[in-house]
C-alpha cells in the first residue's frame, strides 16, 4: 500500500476522507493525523473530543492531545489545556517549536497563546445541561465514569513515513488535572517507521497500566500481524487486570505496520473504526471482543 489511515471511532470518517484527499496529493503522515483530530475536534456533535466535550466535575472542558512522528520518534503533546478549539495543532508546535514533549496546563495555553491560537468556549449548551444532570445523580452517589471515546489515529504517507495522534476531552466528569493516556507516549500512542504505530481509546487508567500502544508497536516489530499484535496488546493487560480487579476498563486500539496492514482489538463487546488507503475507499470497519 503506498499511503493509509487507520482511525478510532465511526467519527473519525469525515476527517479520513478529507485527510485521504491531502495524503495522496503528496501530502504526509503528520498532516494526515492532525486534519483527522481537528476534523472531530470542531465537531460539536463528538462530546468526547475538543469543542462540545463532556467537562471535568468542576464543568471546564479539560483536553489532552499527543503527535508523534515515525521518521525521528519526536513528540509533542498537551494535557489538562482548556478553551482552545484544536489541542492537536498546539501539540504539534510543541513537536516543532520547543524542546520538550509535553507541555500541561496553564503553561500549555500560554504557549498556545505565544503561537496564535485563538481561545475558544468549548462547552455547549447541550454539555452544560448534561453536567448538570450528571452532578445531581453523582450527588445522590452514581457512578461518574462512563462514556469517553478518544480520536486517535495512525497514518503512513506515500514516502514511507508514519505519524500517530490522539485527541479528547478525557472522562466526562474527571478530577481537575486528571491527565488519561492519550497525551502519554506509549500508553495512547506510539508510532515507528522501522515497525509500526497504534492509538488507543478507552479507560486511560486501565490503558497506561500496560504501556498498551508501546507493546502493540513492540509485537509487530517481532514479526506480529497488526492484528495479532493488537489483539494480544488488549488480551494481555486485560487478562492481567482481570487477576484482581472486577471490572476491568475499557480498552480498544487500532494498528498498523509499516506496509499499511492494519488491525484492532477490543475488550468491549464491539468497537468500530475507520480505515482507508490508496486500495480502498474510508469505511467504517467493526472488531469483536477478544478471547
Ligand atoms: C482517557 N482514553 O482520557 C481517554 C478517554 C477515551 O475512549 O478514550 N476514550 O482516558
Known sequence: ????????WPFALKGVEKASDIIK??????DAVEVVAKAVEADPDVDSVGFGGLPNIAGEVELDAAIMDGKDLSIGAVAGIK?????????????????????????????????GFKNAVLITDKTRKIWE??????????SPYEGHDTVGIVALDPKGDMACGTSTSGLFLKYRGRVGDSPLVGSGFYVDNTAGGAAATGMGEDIMKGCTCFYAVELMRQGYSPKDAAEEA?????????ETKEHVGDISIVCMDNKGNWGAATNRPEF?????????APAVYKVTRVS
Open 25 to 30: 496529493e503528496s501530502g504526509n503522515a503528520l
Open 272 to 280: 468500530e473504526f475507520v480505515f482507508a488507503s490508496d486500495e480502498v
Open 234 to 242: 488488549v488480551r494481555r493487560i486485560h487478562k492481567r487486570l482481570a
Open 133 to 142: 444532570e450528571r452532578i445531581s445523580e453523582i450527588e445522590k452517589g452514581q
Open 83 to 115: 478553551g482552545f478549539m484544536h489541542p492537536i495543532s498546539i501539540a504539534r508546535k510543541v513537536m516543532e517549536k520547543t524542546p520538550h514533549n509535553v507541555l500541561i496546563g496553564r503553561g500549555a495555553e500560554e504557549f498556545a497563546a505565544r503561537m
Open 1 to 8: 500500500m503506498s499511503w493509509a489511515i487507520i482511525a478510532t
